[in-house]
């Protein structure tokens, strides 16, 4: 099994599961491999390291003149130094370790996908049908219940002009369907 790093032509970074290089090639060329998040073909390839677990990490470094409870306190007294009850943010930031801020935007990314789902699973679909759908329930035509679908800019923009509540959402292919 290959996990590769992947990255679409607007810039989401994602992993994919492949059975060899030849299998991603293949899906690659029959356009089966989308981002998850804007379904954009356009991926390729993102550099990416082999996990070895050589064992334990390492205990963090200390520095030289303190024990392990000052450096584990460091950034406390920081914020104490600068006069207030917290650390600034800027200190919060800094104490994020390096894998921590790398995993970030696959968090990011993890979290509008559930969001997406969540979105899908409780909305119902009408197509092109929205711009006419959303004003029916305005005006007490259709029941009140929560709709996607697709409209153009003009007709979003008309709605909000008559007080329809939208908002522009693009949802993911991968959101609407369930996981292999």
Do not use: Y
Not at 158 to 175: N, S
């Amino acid at each position: 099994m290959k996990v590769l790093d992947l990255q679409c032509s607007q810039g989401h970074v994602f992993e994919g599961w492949f059975g060899s290089e030849a299998d991603f090639q293949s899906q690659k060329q029959r356009e089966l491999v989308q981002c998850p998040l804007c379904n954009d073909h356009q991926v390729h390839k993102r550099l990416s390291a082999p996990r070895l677990n050589l064992g334990a990490r390492p205990p963090a470094a200390v520095h030289p003149g303190r024990d392990a409870s000052q450096h584990v306190n460091a950034d406390a007294d920081v914020g104490r130094a600068a006069g207030s009850a917290q650390a600034p943010a800027s200190a919060a930031v800094g104490s994020i370790g390096h894998g921590e801020a790398a995993a970030l935007p696959h968090a990011l990314h993890a979290a509008w996908l559930r969001l997406a789902r969540h979105i899908a699973k409780n909305t119902e679909d009408v197509g092109d049908a929205f711009a006419q759908e959303a004003r029916r329930i305005h005006h007490g035509e259709a029941p009140e219940r929560g709709i996607r679908g697709q409209a153009t800019a003009e007709e979003a923009m008309e709605l909000l002009e008559e007080g329809v509540a939208v908002l522009p959402l693009p949802l993911p292919v991968a959101a609407k369907e369930t996981l292999q």
